[in-house]
């Protein structure tokens, strides 16, 4: 069965520094997704996009956040100067549309110290 | 605001026991999904629905439009399914691709 996956599954950064967050997404899918869970936290959204383009963003994805498809089937969050309160699970999902159910990678537990 | 309110927080049981887990949600959604998330962090979907009924097994998942309520429930309770159930809602509307997330239930099932 097609999945998402995600790299790298765990990822520990200075302060400042930037991370680029990986996904592939299951491949015929159209929408994808961004997500954060702070430990303890519920899970919210950041940012969706479709057609080479951002289609939303959460106040949370703010200038600091980026989000690239690069060559057709990775889908990349990158975080330019991370902070303390970046330390989160980021989960990417992706969906064949916007009303079909949308399909989780394991989640990139990133820690910034 | 749109918000996703869940409850129980917490839910201990008994191994065979049927289990309910509610969701209330504001009004002008388009789909409301149930999703499980296993102790390690990983995110599985088990119904997205936006009228009537879904059943999967032992797991089944029902929606009142009207009263703007959701419910899942496990018959035959298992201690492995034990996990964060969560409920989450797509708004319709401009801007509304992400899901709003509850705080989840955590199950604990005992053998």
């Known amino acids: 069965e097609p999945e998402v996956t995600q790299t790298p599954s765990h990822q520990v950064t200075q302060m400042g520094q930037e991370v680029i967050l990986r996904c592939v997404p299951i491949s015929n899918h159209l929408y994808f997704y961004w997500y954060r869970q702070i430990l303890g936290q519920k899970v919210e959204f950041l940012v969706s996009f479709y057609n080479n383009e951002i289609s939303e963003k959460s106040e949370i994805f703010d200038d600091q956040f980026s989000v690239e498809r690069p060559d057709g089937s990775n889908f990349t969050l990158k975080i330019r100067s991370t902070k303390l309160e970046d330390s989160a699970m980021y989960f990417c999902a992706s969906s064949m549309s916007l009303a079909e159910t949308q399909y989780f990678g394991p989640g990139t537990r990133l820690l910034v110290l | 605001k749109n918000e996703v309110e869940q409850s129980p927080q917490n839910l201990t049981a008994q191994e065979g026991e049927f289990i309910t887990i509610n969701c209330s949600y504001s009004?002008?959604?388009?789909?409301l999904h149930w999703l499980q998330q296993h102790p390690g962090g990983g995110i599985v979907s088990l119904f997205m629905?936006?009228?009537g009924k879904k059943k999967h097994g032992r797991l089944i998942a029902t929606i009142n439009i009207q009263e703007k309520h959701s419910s899942l429930h496990i018959t035959a309770s298992h201690p492995r399914d034990s996990a964060v159930y969560i409920c989450?809602?797509?708004?319709?509307?401009?801007?509304?691709?992400?899901?709003?997330f509850g705080k989840g239930t955590h199950l604990i099932i005992q053998p």
């Open positions: 009004v002008g959604i388009s789909a």
């Open positions: 629905l936006s009228s």
């Open positions: 989450a809602a797509r708004y319709s509307g401009g801007g509304a691709d992400g899901l709003t």
